[in-house]
């Protein structure tokens, strides 16, 4: 008698996998209700709009740019004699502090924007050791700065005539802001506690964020080994085992679904491509993007078929056997193949990408 066909082995093999994948799931939805960002662990202030400003390179640099990031931001000018010198200095030292962690960027909006050129805020930056890729200089319009900063950051920044030209009144506080453009958080950057509260809160941003990308990564690893073994299984005449493994694969791809839509609908939008070799990369993201959709009603026609063939031979030892799958094996030929690529650029993209 085949071992395979054996309903206490059978019986074994989905508990171990039922188990594995409620633990995988149950993991990460404990982190979830702890500090998860879907729950929103800090309050939300209010959502940027769309903006775009010069960086002191010359390029422009806006939410585009910063979309996926985690990033926190200030108002100074670099005539300031009050308290931009030392907020400046504070953000250098986040950036210090912050210089391991990959997805989080400093921008510092200038409220003096006809002064502070492109030039200027360079040779300011320079003072700070400011990173060109780490740490962006923004200036533009006044008026499109200040509405900025007024109706979207609630901040203050408005020029105090009565005192001079060079004298803006201003907000001191740093903002966190997440990689959807929702404004997490409000330090002063005063505060002795400054450091530590900013960084705890922007790493507690990436937790999550950084949890399920790798949560997808193993399933689409844990899918593709079902894959193989069910395929070696089909080709070994070991039907039954074939037949598990690949409920098995259905329910790793099921969870791997869900968890990438509360990614990319929950989480973040996207996450940029900053790699060496985009061509590559980007023509592997699209192959798998449409492979992607296209390998589901596939998926769901293959399994409808073999159910079906299955009533006609439950035991799967039947003489007639090729006849009852017949159609199922007609689309299995195509649908192994393309879940098969979908996994493993799963996982490369994922490699590519972290």
């Known amino acids: 008698m085949d071992p395979s ?3 206490s082995r059978t019986r074994t093999i989905w508990v171990i996998l039922i188990l594995v994948l409620i ?10 209700f702890k500090q998860g960002t879907l729950l929103r662990s800090l309050p939300v202030h209010g959502k940027l709009p769309d ?3 010069t960086e002191r390179a010359g390029n422009t640099v806006g939410s585009m740019e910063l979309g996926g990031k985690v990033w926190i931001a200030d108002f100074i000018f670099t005539r300031c004699a009050g308290p931009c010198p030392m907020m400046t200095w504070n953000m250098s030292q986040l950036q ?3 210089r391991d962690v990959a997805d989080v960027r400093l921008v510092s909006f200038t409220v003096d924007p006809e ?7 360079t040779e300011y930056a320079y003072r700070f050791q400011a990173g060109k890729d780490r740490w962006f200089f923004l200036t533009g319009k006044t008026a499109a700065i200040r509405k900025l900063a007024q109706e979207n950051f609630k901040l203050t920044a408005v020029q105090h005539i009565s005192s001079g030209e060079n004298d803006i009144l201003h907000s001191t506080h740093f903002i966190l802001v997440d990689a959807k453009g929702y404004i997490r958080g409000y330090y002063d950057s005063a505060d002795p506690e400054v450091f530590s509260r900013i960084v705890a809160d922007a790493r507690k941003l990436l937790r999550w964020q950084h949890t399920l990308p790798a949560l997808n990564a193993i399933l689409n690893s844990t899918s593709t080994l079902l894959l193989l073994s069910a395929y070696r299984a089909v080709r070994t005449r070991r039907l039954l085992l074939h037949r598990n493994l690949m409920f098995a694969a259905i329910i790793t791809s099921a969870a791997f679904l869900v968890s990438y839509l509360i990614y990319h609908f929950g ?3 996207t ?8 061509p590559l990369y980007f023509t592997i993201l699209i192959s798998h993007t449409i492979l992607a959709i296209t390998v589901l009603p596939l998926v769901l026609m293959t399994t409808a078929r073999a159910l079906r063939g299955q009533k006609g031979d439950p035991t799967l030892t039947s003489p007639e056997l090729p006849v009852h799958f017949a159609k199922h094996r007609a689309i299995a030929r195509w649908t192994f193949p393309i879940w098969l690529y979908v996994s493993v650029t799963g996982v490369v993209v994922y490699l590519m990408l972290y």
């Open 271 to 278: 996450k940029r491509y900053e790699g060496p070799f985009p």
């Open 115 to 121: 002064f502070d050129t492109p030039q200027v805020l």
């Open 5 to 7: 066909l054996d309903p």
């Open 96 to 98: 210090t502090m912050l």
């Open 23 to 32: 633990g995988v799931l149950g993991a990460s939805a404990w982190k979830w």
């Open 267 to 269: 989480i973040q939008l």
């Open 51 to 53: 903006f775009e400003f």
